[in-house]
């Protein structure tokens, strides 16, 4: 019995100790000297991370939003208001579809390929002959991240809300016959930009926050082997998988019930 | 590949983002109720609102012209209170208008339609509709019609 | 120039609870060429680090050039730095830019100097680790031993004072060795560059330095030109230099008694031994 409380106060304090080592990460990367001079780094990372998710991020967005037109439409036809299909999905996607799938997404492409590059960087003793000759690499190699991560997300999860409900209107209107008119007219009428919108993007935002910091800790704490790098790859997306989901439950108890 | 081109490549990413922003601004949001001429506030008194809500629009002959912005129970007469913010451009609602709560389509919106009368005087801001329509509740409803039976 | 002198004094070092080093003391005299030589996973690699500021000790002190370096600002480290130059197991090069880039980034770091002048330093350091001509490649196309020898050429950017080369023998074909061993001579002869060696090859290390430490278990247990401790006696020194594969780091790792261990084998099984 004794063995196990202390098993478990281990564990706490390990938990504790990782939380604290990504937080220095976090405020070392984040709050130190100037950034304009490493702004062509945070672009180049912008581009790693956002640009080549568009591709995925604009493929889901529109079958999710031409899924949920289908599903949708066979719900509310039985009680003849198939014409709050367009307020129904554009709600379910800008303020939780969007920002969640997308946040989702963006931890399995974007999250895991940081935490491998900075991985391979570690275990190729690149940080460390950077730290040698005087770079920090958190400054160099771990802020930019941070920043393209936190800046690239809200811009996806726009991205997959308008996509989606371009694909829900292509299937509702064009497709299964909905008038073009109230289907429209129903959703500007029903969504407001300050309530939903607006809080959707403040979700994607977090969720980018969230999603980069632990893609780039596992890379910069993993051990330096090949076996390292996977397992912490690996981790990143479970990890930033559960804490969106987890966070997202919490965000939408603040917002939509207070 | 060269810095210029990711350069482009990544405002125009950016561009998006700003872009969809603005489509989920205009087409999806409707951003336009009170923003450009203000609003004034109009109150009301009613016996059961309902399921109408804050936000709920209100409208006359059927084009809305603002929102419920606040809801609250008179202690005295036990009345709701609903605190109404119609557009600054609707200028001549007269105080005999009739302010009812109706049920939009099927799945039961509530919201306020606003019907004008014939006095010449206006309603300013911080002026009451006195003639009100209550919500139609289902219950009472049947009540009624069970009631009538016999 | 002053004089680069490194001294290593009473350094304790632990981590993970392995004590690393356990009271190591030496001496590094300016413009020589000294090899650290040990088993592996003695930590040579670590006190590396501990010179360069990396690591801090948990006891000792560790003064290069009159600066105790664990106790640097920040800033004063950065400056520091500039007069040190690592060479790296794996070489280390960023993977994501090319050669060029590679050897002008500490130039870019340190200094404000215009473009052309980069890009003529970046030049001349090419040319005398004779790669001048692969200028525009990217790591990932070079072999090893080129890869070793921009590294090189990264290390000696600045012109620093003291460069310390973390294993630059091993996994290289002989051609390639000896290429870096004569620019390591070079190097230190041409521009006096104070140059540690970490190595576990002792004939090749040995054959350039002036000096040699053995480290194993954490302490100092041989110093010494070359020549002379190829004649030191005690046992562990013996071994080392020898390559002798049993002595005091013995052979087998700890096991039970071999005869039982068979026997008890065979006879759980239904013993074929009666």
Wanted: net charge negative; charged share 15%.
């Amino acid at each position: 019995m004794l063995s196990r409380l202390r098993s478990l106060g281990q564990y706490s304090l390990s938990v504790l100790e990782v939380l604290g080592r990504a937080g220095s990460v976090w405020w070392q990367a984040i709050w130190r000297r100037p950034r304009l001079e490493n702004l062509p780094l945070v672009i180049k990372q912008i581009y790693q991370l956002g640009v080549l998710s568009v591709v995925i991020i604009v493929l889901s967005g529109f079958s999710i939003g031409a899924v949920l037109a289908l599903q949708g439409y066979n719900q509310l036809v039985q009680y003849g208001s198939e014409s709050a299909l367009g307020l129904g999905v554009a709600l379910v996607l800008v303020m939780e579809i969007g920002p969640v799938v997308s946040a989702l997404l963006f931890a399995g492409r974007a999250g895991s390929a940081v935490t491998a590059e900075i991985g391979l960087m570690k275990t190729t003793e690149q940080l460390s002959s950077m730290e040698m000759i005087g770079v920090d690499p958190l400054q160099r190699i771990v802020a930019p991240r941070l920043w393209a991560g936190f800046i690239s997300m809200p811009i996806l999860a726009l991205m997959f809300s308008v996509v989606g409900i371009w694909g829900a209107s292509l299937v509702g209107v064009n497709w299964l016959g909905v008038y073009e008119g109230a289907f429209w007219a129903t959703m500007q009428e029903g969504v407001d930009f300050k309530s939903h919108v607006l809080k959707g993007i403040i979700k994607s935002v977090a969720f980018g926050l969230v999603v980069t910091w632990i893609a780039v800790y596992q890379g910069y704490d993993t051990e330096p082997t090949s076996e390292g790098i996977a397992a912490a790859t690996t981790r990143t997306v479970v990890y930033s998988s559960v804490a969106v989901l987890v966070l997202d439950f919490f965000l939408t108890l603040v917002m939509f019930r207070f | 590949m060269q810095m210029r081109t990711i350069e482009i490549v990544v405002g125009a990413f950016m561009l998006a983002g700003i872009i969809s922003l603005a489509i989920l601004a205009v087409r999806v949001s409707g951003f336009n109720v009170g923003t450009s001429t203000g609003t004034y506030a109009v109150y009301a008194k009613f016996e059961n609102i309902g399921g109408l809500v804050v936000r709920s629009k209100v409208t006359i002959a059927g084009v809305t012209v603002g929102q419920v912005s606040e809801i609250k129970l008179d202690n005295e007469t036990f009345m709701a209170v609903v605190k109404m913010d119609i557009d600054g451009s609707v200028t001549d609602l007269s105080t005999d208008s009739t302010a009812a709560i109706l049920t939009e389509g099927l799945l039961g919106g509530k919201y306020i339609g606003i019907s004008i009368g014939a006095d010449e005087r206006i309603l300013g801001d911080g002026d009451q509709i006195y003639d009100t329509q209550s919500a139609v509740v289902l219950e009472e409803l049947i009540g009624q019609f069970l009631m009538k039976q016999f | 120039m002053e004089t680069q002198q490194i001294t290593i004094e009473d350094v304790i070092f632990s981590r993970s609870r392995r004590r690393i080093f356990d009271g190591v003391s030496l001496t590094i005299p300016a413009g020589k060429i000294v090899g650290i030589l040990g088993p592996s996973g003695t930590g040579k690699t670590t006190l590396l680090r501990l010179i360069g500021g990396q690591l801090k000790p948990d006891s000792g002190s560790v003064i290069v050039n009159g600066d105790s370096i664990p106790d640097l600002s920040r800033s004063r480290l950065f400056e520091v730095r500039k007069s040190m130059g690592m060479l790296f197991q794996s070489g280390a090069l960023f993977t994501d830019i090319n050669v060029f880039e590679n050897v002008a980034f500490p130039l870019r770091v340190h200094t404000d100097l215009p473009e052309d002048m980069i890009r003529d330093l970046v030049l001349i350091k090419l040319q005398s680790v004779g790669l001048r001509g692969a200028s525009q490649l990217y790591p990932a196309e070079l072999s090893g031993g080129m890869t070793r020898r921009v590294a090189l050429a990264r290390a000696i950017a600045l012109d620093p004072q003291l460069i310390m080369y973390d294993e630059p023998f091993s996994g290289l074909d002989p051609i390639a060795m000896g290429v870096v061993v004569e620019l390591i001579k070079t190097l230190n002869e041409v521009y006096g560059m104070t140059s540690i060696i970490v190595s576990h090859d002792i004939r090749e290390t040995a054959s350039i330095a002036d000096h040699l430490f053995i480290i194993s278990d954490g302490k100092v247990i041989g110093s010494g030109p070359p020549d002379e401790l190829l004649k030191e006696t005690a046992p562990r020194v013996q071994q080392f230099i020898k390559g002798l594969p049993d002595g005091p780091v013995p052979f087998h790792y700890p096991a039970a008694d071999y005869e039982e261990e068979l026997l008890r084998g065979q006879t759980a099984r239904g013993g074929l031994i009666r």
